[in-house]
């Protein structure tokens, strides 16, 4: 399978890469730096690309390959330009109708009781350090809703993901945090990048909002 990834370098990002790798499809990884892919090893073409400054570019692109992957984070400060980077991706899928998987963020999970509540309107529940990448995730969800046309895939991450093993063992679910034997709901890098690739895999059929986490099992 041909797959093109923006934010090839991120966290999230390198772990897909390093996943789809892997299992033997071809990637075109973006990045604005490209350097950190130089001793990325296996079927992989490397550009670097602004998405925000060349969306024409990025719809040609798109245009050859058969799946689009987005693991775009902006820089602390610049949340909310999440939101620009998606329209343009989103834009750039429906111009070429590709079918596109996109990380979202936990904001618009709800807590695993009886609340009610949101990660991102739960009382106490987020640290202001990370309540405006909170906000631009919940804007960018809000956003697929503009594109009932668009073959789009969002996979939301837990509230916490960390730097861990690969265990290639998770649960899936939809609107609702996955909370392991713990009550915590997370994940490692290694373990989303693997359910990214699993659900290109699987081929699913597109406008789903997904989460996955560990279940009865925490990784060490």
């Not at 071809?26 to 073409?45: E, F, H, Q, W, Y």
């Not at 899928?93 to 991102?120: E, F, M, N, Q, W």
């Amino acid at each position: 399978m041909k797959i093109i990834l923006f934010g090839a370098t991120g966290d999230v990002g390198t772990t897909t890469l390093h996943e789809a790798i892997k299992r033997g499809h071809s990637v075109t990884a973006i990045a604005r730096n490209i350097d950190k892919l130089a001793d990325m090893p296996g079927d992989i073409t490397r550009e670097s690309l602004d998405v925000l400054t060349n969306p024409a570019r990025v719809a040609a692109l798109m245009a050859e390959h058969d799946i689009a992957i987005s693991a775009l984070r902006p820089v602390t400060g610049s949340e909310s330009l999440l939101v620009d980077l998606s329209k343009i991706l989103l834009d750039a899928a429906r111009k070429t109708k590709t079918p596109i998987y996109l990380t979202g963020g936990a904001a618009t999970l709800k807590l695993a009781d009886d609340s009610g509540h949101t990660v991102l309107t739960a009382p106490d529940f987020l640290p202001d350090t990370v309540r405006p990448i909170a906000e631009a995730c919940a804007k960018q969800d809000a956003l697929f809703d503009q594109y009932d046309d668009v073959q789009w895939t969002c996979l939301r991450p837990p509230a916490m993901l960390f730097q861990g093993p690969l265990t290639g063992q998770y649960v899936r679910g939809t609107d609702t945090l996955v909370p392991d034997h713990d009550g915590m709901a997370r994940i490692s890098f290694s373990d989303f990048g693997y359910a990214m690739v699993d659900l290109i895999e699987a081929g699913n059929g597109g406008q789903q909002r997904l989460t996955v986490g560990y279940q009865n099992k925490a990784a060490a």
